[in-house]
């Protein structure tokens, strides 16, 4: 598996509890089941959103985080990167409905300890965030799955993989213009500057951004370009 703190894993507290979630009903939900796991109301702090969530792990000090994929300011997995760097001490644990194989690895990649699925009802989520306080890193059954597919199909070069200590995603493959556009957004251009210089409308530009964003999992320009680099796709 990718270098992070996926490997290793030491028993994790539970309280104090940072969830960074954006939609009201999960965040009931997750109040609930973290109340079941005692980490009552006043041991839980509430972020829905990406500056939000690094504000109050700068303030204060959590024994973990929970955090969803897509935030209204950017992707979750661009803050657990972060909380590698400036907090590696809290772990990350992912709760969300993404379920591509990019976004998996790139949670997996940026630290991310765990990785559960919305889609699971209060018992499992309960049972998988238990398990962390005996020092496990919780996937999804679904999830894992598809991770030991891949990992079968990479079969080949898994040991020179392995040697190298880097097991990747599958390599993000981008159009020519997908790249050119990418390019153009390293450089800080709007999409009505890329338009103008591309000779094509501001909605095929806001459509191929898209494509890019999907290609990449991520939701924002910043992590378009880090991701971009990561892949190769920028100098």
Not at 70 to 93: F, K, N, Y
Not at 99 to 121: H, N, P, Q, S
Not at 131 to 140: L, N, T, Y
Request: proline content about 6%; hydrophobic content about 45%.
């Amino acid at each position: 598996m990718p270098h992070s703190q996926i490997e290793d894993v030491e028993a994790v507290s539970l309280s104090p509890a940072l969830v960074v979630e954006d939609d009201p009903a999960m965040r009931e939900r997750l109040g609930y089941v973290l109340s079941t796991l005692g980490c009552d109301e006043p041991q839980i702090a509430w972020a829905d959103s990406v500056a939000a969530a690094k504000a109050l792990l700068d303030a204060r000090y959590f024994g973990v985080a929970l955090v969803d994929i897509g935030l209204p300011d950017g992707s979750g997995v661009e803050l657990i990167d972060w909380m590698r760097t400036h907090h590696r001490q809290v772990p990350a644990v992912v709760i969300s409905a993404w379920r591509t194989e990019e976004v998996i690895f790139a949670a997996l990649r940026a630290g991310a300890i765990g990785y559960l699925l919305k889609e699971r009802d209060d018992l499992e989520l309960s049972i998988a965030l238990r398990s962390i306080e005996q020092g496990g890193a919780p996937i999804d059954p679904a999830i894992a799955r598809r991770i030991l597919g891949w990992l079968a199909a990479q079969q080949p070069s898994l040991p020179a993989v392995l040697a190298a200590d880097a097991l990747a995603p599958p390599p993000v493959a981008l159009t020519p213009r997908e790249r050119k556009i990418l390019e153009l957004v390293a450089q800080g251009l709007s999409n009505r500057d890329m338009a103008d210089s591309l000779s094509i409308s501001r909605l095929t530009v806001e459509c191929h951004t898209k494509n890019i964003y999907r290609k990449l999992a991520v939701t924002s320009r910043t992590e378009a370009v880090y991701q971009g680099r990561k892949h190769g796709l920028l100098p």
